[in-house]
T-cell receptor, first 112, second 116 residues
Framework: KAGVTQTPRYLIKTRGQQVTLSCSPISGHRSVSWYQQTPGQGLQFLFEYFSETQRNKGNFPGRFSGRQFSNSRSEMNVSTLELGDSALYLC???????????FGPGTRLTVT | QQQVKQSPQSLIVQKGGISIINCAYENTAFDYFPWYQQFPGKGPALLIAIRPDVSEKKEGRFTISFNKSAKQFSLHIMDSQPGDSATYFC???????????????FGQGTILTVHP
C-alpha cells in the first residue's frame, strides 16, 4: 500500500497570507490527524477528522482549520500567517482502534 | 496532566551497545503508548507500541518496557547500529472522554547517535 502523501512538500509564504495543505491517507484509512512540528514546541496535535467530522482539536488559534472529504482526503488551512507558523506540518492516518497512526513526509512551511 | 516527559535529550552509544530512552506520563487515562523514529527530512515512523495490560513487548531489536504503577515506559534498542541514528519520540493517547488514538501527546524527543 502507498503511504500517506502530502502536497506540497515545501512552501514559502509571506506574513498575512493564507495557505492550504493537502493530505491523502493510506488507502482504507478513514481517520486523518494533523500535527505541527517545530524545534521549540516539538510535535503538537492540531486536529483529527473521521468520516468528514472533526473529532478532536488541539490548542491552536482559530486561524488553523481543516476539513475532510468523502474520499478521506484532508486539507488544512492557515489564515493570516504569522512568522511563528513556520513549521513542518505532518498529516497522519489510521484505520482506527489503536491500529497505529502513520505519518506522511510533511509539508515544510516557511513564513517570511 | 497531559504531558509526556522524555529523557535523555540526546544519547551517544557505541555500535553493538544498548540504547535506553525513558518516558513518564501523568494522565492515568492514557492507554496506548507508541514509539516513533524520525530521520531528518522524513515524517515520524511507527516503531512499536504497547498497551498497559502488558509489561513488555518485543519486536526484533526493539523492546518496550512498561511500568503502570510508576507511570513510566521505556524503549530499549539492542545491538544498536549506526543506521539507528535518528530522533526517537515516545507518545501516549487515550480513548477516554470521546477522544481517540488519533490524538497523540508526544515527548520532546531523544537524538540517538550510534558510533561505528
Amino acid at each position: 500500500k502507498a503511504g500517506v502523501t502530502q502536497t506540497p512538500r515545501y512552501l514559502i509564504k509571506t506574513r498575512g497570507q493564507q495557505v492550504t495543505l493537502s493530505c491523502s491517507p493510506i488507502s482504507g484509512h478513514r481517520s486523518v490527524s494533523w500535527y505541527q512540528q517545530t524545534p521549540g514546541q516539538g510535535l503538537q496535535f492540531l486536529f483529527e477528522y473521521f468520516s468528514e467530522t472533526q473529532r478532536n482539536k488541539g490548542n491552536f488559534p482559530g486561524r488553523f482549520s481543516g476539513r475532510q472529504f468523502s474520499n478521506s482526503r484532508s486539507e488544512m488551512n492557515v489564515s493570516t500567517l504569522e512568522l511563528g507558523d513556520s513549521a513542518l506540518y505532518l498529516c497522519a492516518s489510521s484505520a482506527g482502534g489503536g491500529t497505529g497512526l502513520y505519518f506522511g513526509p510533511g509539508t515544510r512551511l516557511t513564513v517570511t | 496532566q497531559q504531558q509526556v516527559k522524555q529523557s535523555p535529550q540526546s544519547l551517544i552509544v557505541q555500535k553493538g551497545g544498548i540504547s535506553i530512552i525513558n518516558c513518564a506520563y501523568e494522565n492515568t487515562a492514557f492507554d496506548y503508548f507508541p514509539w516513533y523514529q524520525q530521520f531528518p527530512g522524513k515524517g515520524p515512523a511507527l516503531l512499536i507500541a504497547i498497551r498497559p495490560d502488558v509489561s513488555e513487548k518485543k519486536e526484533g531489536r526493539f523492546t518496550i518496557s512498561f511500568n503502570k504503577s510508576a507511570k513510566q515506559f521505556s524503549l530499549h534498542i539492542m545491538d544498536s547500529q549506526p543506521g539507528d541514528s535518528a530522533t526517537y519520540f515516545c507518545a501516549a493517547s487515550t480513548r477516554a472522554g470521546g477522544t481517540s488514538y488519533g490524538k497523540l501527546t508526544f515527548g520532546q524527543g531523544t537524538i540517538l547517535t550510534v558510533h561505528p
